[in-house]
């Protein structure tokens, strides 16, 4: 055995783990071999070192440390268990999810609303089948009503502008089909005069405050009774999984204050006005629905009485200002409604009346819509008022049967 | 059966009845266990640590690893086999560290057996040599460490259960894992490589002799 060989084993030898024939052949070869007796002894002694190396105490409050470490410990472990309850539960989960599902909800709506500039009402999912939908306005008999253009949304609101005049008719038609009463070609011929397209200035919030079948029809139906108005609501939500159904806003306030008297006699011819739409209504609806309802009025603010009514509130005269000034001025003052209110409010004193309450356009100061209530006796006084104004549109108020009442009239103002 | 391994088969059977009275719900009995093994538990993290914080640490989770392992110890080994093998997995993990790598650098090169109150930690088991030998021997034992610390952790755990905290290779075998002939070729490796590192410390030894 070379000297090789012998220093692969001589760590097993010193430790005595060689057996009886390897240790005699390295013992024979460490007899003649200096400097592998020299190796053993080099070993021998780092071994003997390694052995005597000095201990390491371990810090004095050990068992304290320990103690202290597995009160940390139980106590996160309380806590990850705690956690871990929920986590494991289905329930805590599909909550987590019903969360985020209303944040997301409430951003769109945030989104839509910014989009719009108008508050955001509720979409409720409308059927298109009124026979199925709205049985009870299916049961009516109806009168012809005027209704303003009401979708909120421009793009549905042009597709329906630019339907054809005879699609529009057949529309009719087929709502007819499952309105049994009505006599679909008298109301076409008597309720429908023209209907050019045209745009209204600025955004406008819904005026319904009931169901209507559908933005793209150009027919709304409108019910004289807070009865009839609340069921289509509620069929409604119920139908929202229809095919075919559409989404449509509606605003959501009490429906017994919803009342437009219009009888289908006084009918308004609209060649005139390009923003009014012909709807039924109850032909037996007349004066009696009158006293507990709402009456709504439209005041169609044309520019060249913008152009007055803002000289007026400009206190200039059109002799000191060029008339192209005052039309940009104009512009810039988004119309001349603000001008308009206290002239407004001027003629609801003068009748004897008082403004209950403005309706802002959202975040900004142009009114949309004024609420007041006239003495029934002075209705006459004040329609007459109302019309050095603005081209009043909306039934011509009957006077009431009793002198003493107190008319809530809702006047909306529209820019051509 | 010789005075060590009669100690040894003494503290087992100590052992085994502390922990049945765990096992039975007396967890206080637990403590004896910790002070028992502290020492020489403590002693095999520092030597394959390296650094006596990083010792500690180990340690402590050692121990707390046993106390919620310790119901279910079932005596197949001794306990004193496990809690080292314990301590050895602990260990290698640490050594794995990257960080821990990082500081070793700029920790071990410090007086690595300072405690926590700031007192010296080393204990000189033979104290029967004279002023100039034990500095001698001090630098030596320095060398020794700096030497261990620079070997390969497999190599650095076996001649450190080896020849620092003198397991057999049975015990070895146990709490590493590795088969005998692995042991004692790692073992040999080891010992080689220190001595060519310390040829020239051992050479001052020798000559001292």
Redesign the interface.
């Known amino acids: 055995m070379d000297c090789r060989h012998v ?2 084993h ?3 030898y010193i ?1 005595g ?1 060689l057996d009886a024939k390897n240790k005699a052949l390295v013992e024979e070869h460490l007899s003649v071999c200096k400097d592998c007796r ?2 053993v ?3 021998r ?3 003997r ?15 304290e ?2 103690h202290r ?2 009160e940390r ?1 139980s106590g996160f472990s309380k806590i990850l268990n705690t956690l871990s309850i929920p986590i494991r539960a289905k329930l805590p989960m599909k909550l987590a999810g019903a969360v985020v599902m209303a944040v997301l909800v409430f951003a769109i709506f945030q989104i839509q609303e910014d989009q719009y500039g108008t508050k955001i009402t509720p979409m409720v999912r409308v059927p298109n089948q009124p026979e199925s939908s709205f049985p009870e306005i299916a049961k009516t008999p109806l009168v012809t009503d005027v209704q303003e253009e009401t979708s909120n949304t421009g793009v549905v609101r042009k597709k329906a502008e630019q339907q054809p005049q005879a699609m529009r008719v057949a529309a009719r038609g087929d709502e007819a089909k499952h309105l049994p009463d009505i006599d679909v070609k008298k109301v076409a011929s008597e309720g429908i005069k023209t209907d050019p397209p045209s745009r209204e200035g600025g955004p406008i919030e819904r005026s319904s405050m009931k169901m209507v079948p559908s933005a793209q029809e150009p027919i709304l139906s409108k019910t004289s009774s807070p009865k009839i108005a609340k069921a289509p609501l509620e069929t409604g939500m119920k139908e929202a999984e229809d095919v075919g159904a559409v989404w449509e806003r509606i605003k959501t306030e009490p429906q017994n204050s919803v009342q437009t008297i219009v009888q289908k006699d006084e009918a308004i011819s609209l060649s005139d006005n390009p923003v009014k739409r012909i709807t039924h209504m109850n032909e037996t609806a007349g004066h009696s629905s009158r006293k507990g309802g709402l009456i709504e009025l439209s005041l169609v603010i044309e520019r060249e009485r913008q152009l007055d009514i803002t000289r007026a509130a400009l206190d200039m005269e059109a002799s000191q200002v060029q008339e192209t000034k005052m039309r940009e001025r104009l512009m810039e003052r988004e119309l001349s409604i603000e001008d308009l209110l206290p002239r407004l409010r001027e003629v609801i004193e003068r009748a004897g009346g008082e403004v209950v309450s403005v309706e802002y356009k959202e975040g900004t100061k142009i009114p949309q819509s004024v609420y007041a209530e006239i003495p029934a006796e002075q209705i006459g006084v004040f329609q007459n008022d109302l019309q050095t104004l603005g081209i009043l549109h909306g039934a011509p108020i009957a006077p009431s049967g009793e002198d003493n009442d107190i008319l809530p009239i809702r006047i909306r103002f529209l820019t051509p | 059966m010789n005075e060590k391994t009669k100690i040894a088969d003494r503290s087992a059977r100590e052992d085994v009845i502390l922990i049945k009275a765990f096992q039975e719900g007396d967890k206080a009995v637990f403590d004896e266990l910790v002070l028992k093994h502290q020492h020489k538990l403590f002693n095999l993290c520092y030597r394959l640590s390296g650094d006596y914080q990083e010792a500690n640490d180990a340690a402590q989770e050692t121990f707390m690893k046993v106390y919620e392992s310790l119901k279910r110890f079932r005596f197949e080994s001794a306990f004193s086999t496990w809690l080292y093998r314990i301590a050895v997995n602990i260990c290698k993990n640490k050594l794995k560290s990257l960080a821990y790598r990082q500081k070793k650098k700029t920790v071990s090169l410090d007086n690595p057996g300072m405690t926590e109150d700031g007192d010296s930690a080393l204990e000189i088991r033979d104290d029967t040599h004279s002023p100039d030998n034990e500095l001698e021997k001090k630098e030596r034992m320095r060398a020794i460490e700096e030497a261990i610390s620079m070997l390969p952790p497999e190599q650095k755990t076996v001649v450190t259960l080896r020849d620092i905290e003198g397991f057999s290779y049975e015990e070895i075998v146990q709490i590493t894992g590795t088969a005998l002939g692995t042991v004692k070729s790692r073992l040999a490796r080891a010992r080689l490589d220190l001595r060519k590192r310390l040829r020239s410390v051992m050479q001052d030894g020798l000559s001292s002799c």
Request: hydrophobic share 40%.
């Open positions: 220093r692969e001589l760590s097993d430790d783990g020299q190796e002894a080099s070993l002694m780092l071994i070192d390694l052995g005597s190396m000095e201990t390491v105490a371990p810090p004095k409050d050990f068992l440390q320990f470490r597995m410990r």
